[in-house]
């Protein structure tokens, strides 16, 4: 039997699969009880493009300090910064890859306020 962590990379490896397949650059979630990060891979895979944490520095002190880093709140606040920096790097398209991470509360918070902020997905 697997446990709940082998599920979703297994998850996860079959949609890194469909994606490869796009040629598209991806942005990637990861999510743990603390942090959201966000990462854009370029569209071999062979380098990050850009990344957004609620570890960064001056994220920590907009959301207030330690500890708030895992609020859909901050998960909208990483959306929107990844997609600047998408845009910043010439990038308008991307595949949404959530590592196997159910699509729903910060995931799916992330995901809208970086559609909101002009990213194709």
């Known amino acids: 039997m697997?446990?709940?962590k082998?599920?979703?990379?297994?998850?996860?490896r079959q949609t890194r699969i469909r994606i490869a397949t796009q040629g598209v650059a991806r942005l990637t979630v990861?999510?743990?009880?603390?942090?959201?990060?966000?990462?854009?891979i370029s569209d071999?895979?062979?380098k990050v493009l850009a990344t957004a944490s609620t570890t960064?520095?001056?994220?920590r002190k907009e959301l207030g300090g330690s500890g708030k880093g895992a609020t859909v709140a901050a998960a909208q606040q990483i959306g929107?910064?990844?997609a600047e920096k998408a845009k910043a790097a010439g990038i308008d398209r991307v595949a949404f890859d959530r590592a196997g991470f159910a699509y729903h509360g910060r995931v799916k918070a992330l995901?809208?306020?970086?559609?909101?902020?002009g990213l194709q997905f």
């Open 30 to 40: 990861n999510r743990t009880n603390l942090h959201i990060y966000a990462s854009l």
């Open 6 to 12: 082998e599920q979703r990379l297994r998850r996860s």
């Open 111 to 117: 995901a809208e306020a970086a559609r909101e902020a």
């Open 80 to 82: 929107k910064l990844i």
């Open 44 to 46: 071999d895979g062979s």
């Open 56 to 59: 960064q520095a001056d994220i």
């Open 2 to 4: 697997l446990t709940k």
